[in-house]
């Protein structure tokens, strides 16, 4: 077993001046660190790039803002994290597959889903694997076995339901996989503080570009130039589109495709309550569909459409219980700052205030392995929706510079009318088809959409930015490869076409393992 090398390119002056490995990996979020893991675990030297410093902080402490063009998209300020372990630092680390259900005959993307659920259901079982967890998992068989005769109705009913998975707090932020390989000898350079700033291309074979090298900078200047066999950008949505836009602007001849769409149909999961539970089956809503554990793993419900028209935008509901208490608030405290690697800021007062809840809390855990939700407790349901994908809502360069003197981004999102009224639409199938109170289910009371209180907002979910696909807008193909370029690799969220009917970083983990995969079997 071998720790990783870590190393401040701020702290190293002149030091490492040029470095050398098979691959360099330009992130280190959730997918920098995955394939960095499978890469060394394949024997190959990697160096690991972030930007960021060791422990995750907000993009604008480290002169990582974005411009907003109209209003600004919330998944760029408040969605995404910079450091090691990128927006696991923060993220709930829910674990849900894109399935079959994702599959829509009417849509010009559907080749490329089918290829993703493939891909997803191909992979899974070693991703989860190398999160930890180790028990057999069926997510739509589990929700049954849990829920017994509760999910039948809803079955009955038209909906389909999941039993998304979510990582233990302890190795929510995925920087624990770096701790420890298992290759005894390749152990990864990770330089933080390292800004992947210019890179250099050459002509290759086949009317193909090559990458050279890049060169890192860090905040007071350091630079260091990595040249490797194999690139793989893994900066998040936004910055791996940054990313390709600077290669392109910074090439003395286009190197991707003329008519690529690189940053373009960001989208992300627009989130909105669409019912409330009403007070008399509160007690019912918690009791059937609070979180449960399995072990220090916790399962938590969600409902698809059973039965989508052909082009339907792809969704998903759950439950939100949204009182809290001061025993919560506490162990909320502990736990995120866990995942963040922080102190937690509590007072000796406020813990001894929570004494309590917290009593109850680990009884609940422990006793009945569900979360302890306080009777009375208020509950709605949450639709999460598909954006429908928009050329106009993109990434793109400025001509202002930054700290490191690259170009700036700016990003153009909107949520648009088309989505309010399939929001609508969504809601309306979704109520329709839940059976109520005479099945024993709680009784769902509509919010009007649109109005305050129910007005969309992200679920911090980019997609689209790379998007994957064969055809002339598409950024990269089946195993990432960005197209023109012979040597470089994009595993992001941003590579799957529409945000779909889950939470997107299990399936870019998994499309991940898959691009491991294809590394392993051509070279
Ligand atoms: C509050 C919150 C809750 C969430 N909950 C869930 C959830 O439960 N389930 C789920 O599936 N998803 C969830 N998400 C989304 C999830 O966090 C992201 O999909 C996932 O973390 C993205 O991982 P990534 O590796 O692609 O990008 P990031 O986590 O953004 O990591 C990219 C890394 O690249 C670095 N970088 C950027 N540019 C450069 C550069 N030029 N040079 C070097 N390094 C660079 C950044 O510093 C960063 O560390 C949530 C997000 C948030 C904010």
């Known amino acids: 077993m071998s720790e990783a090398e870590w190393i401040d390119l701020a702290a190293c002056g002149r030091q490492y001046q040029e470095v050398q490995a098979d691959v360099c990996v330009i992130g280190a979020g959730a997918a920098g660190i995955y394939l960095?893991?499978?890469?060394?675990?394949?024997?190959?030297?990697?160096?690991?790039?972030?930007?960021?410093?060791?422990?995750?902080?907000?993009?604008?402490?480290?002169?990582?803002?974005?411009?907003?063009?109209?209003?600004?998209?919330?998944?760029?300020?408040?969605?995404?994290?910079?450091?090691m372990g990128g927006s696991t630092s923060r993220w709930g680390g829910a674990l849900v597959p894109h399935t079959q259900h994702d599959l829509r005959t009417g849509s010009a993307s559907n080749d490329v889903w089918a290829h993703i659920v493939n891909a997803v259901s191909a992979r899974a079982p070693q991703v989860l694997r190398q999160l930890g967890y180790c028990d057999a998992i069926n997510f739509d068989g589990d929700a049954d076995r849990l829920l017994g005769p509760t999910c039948r109705a809803l079955v009955t009913g038209g909906l389909r339901v999941q039993a998304a998975l979510y990582l233990p707090f302890r190795f929510r932020n995925l920087v624990t996989l770096l701790h420890k390989t298992s290759h005894p000898a390749a152990a990864p350079r990770v330089f933080f503080n390292a800004v992947a700033k210019a890179w250099t291309?050459?002509?290759?074979?086949?009317?193909?570009?090559?990458?050279?090298?890049?060169?890192?900078?860090?905040?007071n200047h350091n630079e260091l130039t990595v040249r490797a066999g194999k690139y793989v950008v893994t900066a998040g949505a936004i910055e791996s589109a940054r990313i390709l836009l600077e290669i392109d602007e910074s090439a003395s001849q286009r190197v991707f495709r003329p008519t690529a769409a690189i940053g373009c149909y960001l989208a992300d999961h627009l989130s909105v309550p669409i019912a409330d539970v009403t007070p008399g089956t509160r007690g019912r809503a918690a009791a059937l569909f609070s979180p449960r554990f399995s072990g220090a793993w916790t399962r938590s419900f969600r409902f698809l459409d059973g039965s989508p028209a052909l082009d339907a935008p792809r969704a998903f509901a759950h439950f939100i219980f949204s009182g809290s208490s001061r025993g919560f608030d506490v162990a909320r405290e502990v736990l995120g700052a866990w995942q963040a690697r922080r102190m937690p800021s509590l007072t000796a007062a406020s813990v001894a205030a929570g004494l309590g809840d917290l009593v109850r809390l680990g009884y609940c855990r422990f006793i009945n392995s569900a979360l302890y939700i306080p009777a009375g407790t208020p509950a709605h349901l949450q639709l999460d929706m598909e954006q429908v994908a928009v050329r106009d809502n993109c990434v793109s360069l400025t001509s202002?510079?930054?700290?490191?003197?690259?170009?700036?981004?700016?990003?153009?999102?909107?949520?648009?009318?088309?989505?309010?009224a399939q929001i609508e639409t969504s809601a309306h199938i979704f109520l329709a088809k839940w059976p109520g109170a005479s099945a024993g289910l709680p009784q769902l009371q509509p919010r009007i959409i649109g109005t305050d209180g129910t007005k969309p907002y992200s679920a911090y979910h980019p997609v689209g930015t790379c998007r994957m696909g064969d055809d002339a807008e598409a950024v990269v193909d089946r195993h990432l490869k960005v197209w023109g370029v012979r040597n470089l690799w994009v595993s992001s969220t941003g590579v799957l076409p529409s945000a779909g009917t889950a939470n997107p970083t299990f399936t870019m983990l998994c499309l991940t393992q898959d691009l491991a995969e294809h590394f392993r079997a051509v070279s």
């Open 201 to 219: 291309l050459e002509a290759g074979r086949a009317g193909e570009a090559r990458v050279d090298k890049v060169v890192a900078v860090s905040r």
């Open 36 to 83: 960095t893991k499978q890469m060394v675990e394949q024997g190959r030297s990697v160096i690991l790039l972030e930007a960021g410093p060791s422990k995750c902080t907000e993009g604008g402490t480290i002169g990582f803002d974005v411009l907003s063009e109209g209003a600004p998209y919330p998944g760029a300020a408040a969605g995404r994290f910079f450091g």
């Open 400 to 420: 202002q510079r930054d700290a490191y003197g690259r170009l700036q981004a700016s990003i153009r999102w909107q949520v648009t009318d088309i989505d309010m």
